[in-house]
Nanobody
């Protein structure tokens, strides 16, 4: 199996920055797309940013120009640099990865989530 462990969440004031990390471990042959999602109370989980194995990226309109997703393939880790944070960015942030475990098996995995709270 594959485990995804997020870190870097916390409380930050509006306009501040945070950097989230997500490290994948376990039975990994290769990782295709990785992404960050978030879920605020009473709302559906939404895609924040995604990155392919070739480092092509896409972002939700609400975070374009403020957030940057990147990955280190050697470390099986994806990052989310969040700048100019707003109260509406408050949510639990989840890491997601599309993983090739063996030549015959592939799976989609989620991390446990990390809380980001933007408040003065």
């Amino acid at each position: 199996q594959v485990q995804l462990v997020e870190s870097g969440g916390g409380l930050v004031q509006p306009g501040g920055s945070l950097r989230l990390s997500c490290a994948a471990s376990g039975s990994i042959l290769s990782i295709y797309a990785m992404g960050w999602y978030r879920q605020a109370p009473g709302k559906q989980r939404e895609l924040v940013a995604g990155i392919t194995s070739g480092s092509s990226t896409n972002y939700a309109d609400s975070v374009k120009g403020r957030f940057t997703i990147s990955r280190d393939n050697a470390k099986n880790t994806v990052y989310l640099q969040m700048n100019s944070l707003k109260p509406e960015d408050t949510a639990v942030y989840f890491c997601n990865a599309d993983v090739r475990m063996t030549p015959f098996t592939r799976g989609n995995f989620w991390g446990q989530g990390t809380q980001v709270t933007v408040s003065s």
